[in-house]
């Protein structure tokens, strides 16, 4: 029982002796962290529902990443299409605004998803990802446009 109590002792000291964690660390380097951990928030994948919920705040650039075979026969109102598979892909992405909010979506949610990672590695700022458009959106009978 003296041993417990002494391991309990000692376990409380060394707790309440530590160092806060940001202690040693540079002012701005603990702001970078703060603002990556922002950052990350403004990038999400989303289902039908809650991307339906950001299109309703009219406040996004929303983009179709599917090939213009696909666009034509079904796309959501008011996206651009910027096609996944195009040579220029990178070059058309990097010429948004970064600040901007963005939706995206594909057909399924693969290129969206690989998109998704890219826009982050670009500096874009805020992203949102319908995963698994076709099935999930299409499914939902919501507005669509040939």
């Known amino acids: 029982m003296k041993k417990f109590l002494t391991i309990i002792f000692l376990a409380w000291f060394l707790v309440s002796c530590s160092d806060n ?26 289902w039908a529902l809650e991307f339906k919920k950001e299109l309703a705040k009219k406040d996004w650039v929303l983009i179709d990443l599917r090939t213009p075979e696909e666009v034509a026969n079904w796309v959501i109102p008011w996206a651009i299409n910027i096609d996944y598979y195009s040579p220029d892909f990178i070059k058309k992405l990097n010429s948004l605004d970064k600040n901007k909010k963005y939706l995206i979506y594909c057909r399924s949610g693969h290129r969206s998803g690989e998109t998704f990672k890219l826009m982050k590695k670009l500096g874009f700022k805020n992203v949102i990802n319908l995963d698994w458009w076709m099935i999930a959106w299409g499914n939902a009978w919501w507005e669509l446009e040939k």
């Open 21 to 46: 964690i940001w202690a040693g660390v540079p002012q701005n380097n603990i702001q970078i962290v703060k603002e990556q951990k922002i950052q990350k928030s403004n990038f999400k994948t989303v």
